[in-house]
């Protein structure tokens, strides 16, 4: 979905792509310069649906929290002005665990003036996208960072986008 302008509006647009399970979306992800046009949209609003007193600058109307970064990842430079993703996730959308495989080693140096110790750990994560699976064939059984962010690597097994981790809304 794009969206002309950043909004509460545009939110609204992006949860109601879930239509009946538009309650699913239950957090919003987005770059600051997205929050603050939101905010800024919404303070200058002359119907008095918003005052400054009474706008809380975590959440949406309907209670959805706001996780705020800065992150490159949330910014699309390929045409100017910079457009921004807004990411409305549903509960377990992204899944990051620890697979309980941590082992470390410690080495033990004597015989100079100072003992020496070397350190090496080393353990590994599962991650899950909701609605999708990783296909191993295309993206590898280990994957580095860029693979992960390879769309093509990822399967979807859902149906119904309802059923997935949620919908990407790309604001200017």
């Given amino acids: 979905m794009s969206a002309n302008d950043t909004t509460f509006n545009s939110l609204l647009a992006g949860s109601a792509l879930f239509g009946d399970r538009s309650d699913a979306i239950r957090v919003w992800a987005m770059h600051s310069k ?16 918003f005052t400054f007193g009474t706008v809380n600058v975590r959440q949406d109307g309907f209670g959805r929290p706001f996780i705020i970064s800065d992150s490159p990842s949330l910014i699309e430079t390929t045409a100017a002005p910079d457009k921004h993703y807004i990411a409305g996730m549903t509960t377990g959308a992204v899944v990051v665990e620890m697979n ?28 899950g996208i909701k609605g999708y699976s990783w296909d191993k064939t295309t993206g590898g059984k280990s994957p580095n960072d860029a693979a992960i962010a390879t769309a093509d690597n990822w399967d979807r097994n859902m149906s119904s986008h309802k059923d997935t981790a949620g919908v990407l809304l790309l604001a200017k």
Avoid: C, H, P
């Fill in 34 to 49: 997205s929050m603050f046009d939101i905010f800024g949209v919404a303070l200058a609003n002359s119907t008095g649906l």
């Fill in 100 to 127: 309980g495989d941590f082992v470390q080693n410690v080495e033990t140096k004597n015989g100079n003036e100072n003992i020496a110790r070397t350190i090496q750990s080393e353990w590994s994560y599962n991650l």
